[in-house]
């Protein structure tokens, strides 16, 4: 039963597209954010790739009156590129830094260098306490032969463990950010079946917006339509995601994206558009006619949760071959530069023990493949330690997959029975349950 203590916020996600000297109009549509964000006065305020701590300062300042609390999540060597702003008190915050994150060698995607991870403010809004995250996962670049999917899943499993490990005092919950995943893609089935986080644009009573929500659109003059192909409209990357508590029902009342242009203005605010949900919050009692459909969409959830961790686990494995097979050529190509360079010295070494014998090569182009075979030697030595550490963080994801798969099995079978224990615990009506909302 609904309580009549609701309490209503609004909750803006925006992906700024903010490296400096390259994302174009840079200093011109931070402007236009910050215009946008003192007018509208959201409550949170979610921003990504804000990859410079001097346009944050700047937002900063522009929103001191409207938000008066922020925070900024640095990683990485250019950062997360995360921020937070809000009208509430930020009382504790948190960063946690995915272990998987793309390749250093592929410079001109970049997303090694950002350290991607998922931020945590803990806010208070009004009595309750809301745990606030905002994150932004690796780009996919390229949706046929996509050589980062096993990182995207590592990175969609940290964070719904994340995000339920640290969420279990939080009365509501919130993310929000570029998750760089269509909405039935595997890291996103995963993400949402195991913290039971509810998607806005699916649950909200009203919306306005693109088409189908989408947040890349064909028709933005930032957007490269070739990386859209098949998309031919655009893709929905970009997501508020939210679920209440056994206290606390949520609902979505309305949601809205920007459509590309701004009026007045001759750009957008960036390549991806702006996201505004907003949210109603209401005390709520437990009834006592919910425990069968509990029980009932609870083992469902589980089977289907089951199959989802199997799939993820499967494409891991997919990144262990990989990774095993990377590390193997980069090891194979280091001893052959050992080799090459062992010989060298070893000619080198020729007319200290020949007395009287000449260097049978030309000097500089002796030092030339010296040269060459260090550099292949240190080259292949670093990305063997690369490949290993990568080796680590898949077999370790896999790891636990399988405890996870085995603990949700359990469970299964024994959910009938187990059910009546926890009847407590079952969520607020319309809740999607979470997969340890059945745990004994």
């Not at 007395?355 to 000097?363: D, S, Y």
Request: hydrophobic share 40%; charged share 20%.
């Amino acid at each position: 039963m609904a309580g009549t203590d609701a309490v209503s916020v609004r909750v803006f996600s925006l992906n700024c597209w903010g490296i400096r000297y390259l994302s174009k109009h840079c200093p011109q549509r931070y402007a236009m954010i910050g215009e946008l964000l003192s007018k509208e006065e959201h409550d949170i305020v979610l921003l990504q790739e804000v990859w410079s701590e001097k346009d944050y300062l700047y937002l900063k300042k522009t929103l001191a009156c409207s938000h008066p609390h922020s925070h900024y999540f640095k990683s990485g060597v250019i950062g997360s590129g995360l921020a937070i702003f809000s009208k509430h008190r930020i009382h504790d915050t948190f960063l946690y830094r995915y272990s998987l994150n793309g390749y250093p060698y592929m410079a001109h995607h970049g997303d090694w260098f950002g350290g991607k991870a998922v931020g945590l403010a803990i806010i208070n809004i009004g009595s309750q306490t809301a745990n606030v995250y905002v994150t932004h996962l690796h780009a996919e670049y390229c949706r046929e032969k996509d050589s980062y999917l096993p990182h995207r899943v590592v990175q969609a499993w940290e964070l719904q463990q994340f995000i339920r490990h640290t969420s279990a005092g939080a009365d509501v919950v919130i993310l929000g950010g570029d998750l760089n995943m269509h909405p039935q893609d595997l890291g996103n089935r995963l993400l949402r079946s195991y913290t039971g986080l509810r998607d806005s644009y699916l649950e909200t009573a009203k919306f306005d917006g693109c088409e189908d929500g989408i947040t890349l659109i064909a028709d933005n003059p930032f957007t490269n339509k070739k990386e859209l192909i098949p998309f031919e409209k655009g893709i929905r990357i970009d997501y508020i995601l939210f679920k209440g508590s056994s206290e606390i029902d949520i609902h979505c009342d309305s949601m809205s994206t920007t459509k590309g242009s701004v009026s007045g203005h001759p750009f957008p605010y960036s390549d991806h558009e702006a996201l505004t949900a907003e949210l109603r919050l209401e005390s709520v009692k437990a009834g006592g006619d919910r425990q069968s459909k509990t029980q009932a969409a609870g083992s469902g959830k589980l089977a289907e949760l089951v199959d989802i961790v199997t799939e993820a686990r499967t494409e891991v494995k997919v990144g262990l071959h990989c990774a095993e097979r990377m590390r193997y050529t980069a090891a194979r190509t280091g001893v052959m530069g050992l080799a090459l360079l062992l010989l060298e010295l070893a000619i080198a070494a020729v007319p200290w023990f020949a007395m009287g014998a000449e260097q049978p090569f030309p000097r500089t182009s002796f030092y030339l493949l010296a040269a060459l075979c260090f550099a292949i030697l240190l080259t292949t030595t670093l990305l063997y330690i690369f490949y290993t550490m990568e080796l680590k963080s898949l077999q370790g994801a896999e790891d636990q997959m399988r405890l996870a798969v085995g603990s949700l099995q359990e469970k299964l079978r024994g959910f009938p029975l187990a059910q009546p224990h926890n009847a407590a615990r079952k969520p607020p009506e319309g809740q999607e349950p979470s997969a340890f909302d059945s745990e004994e």
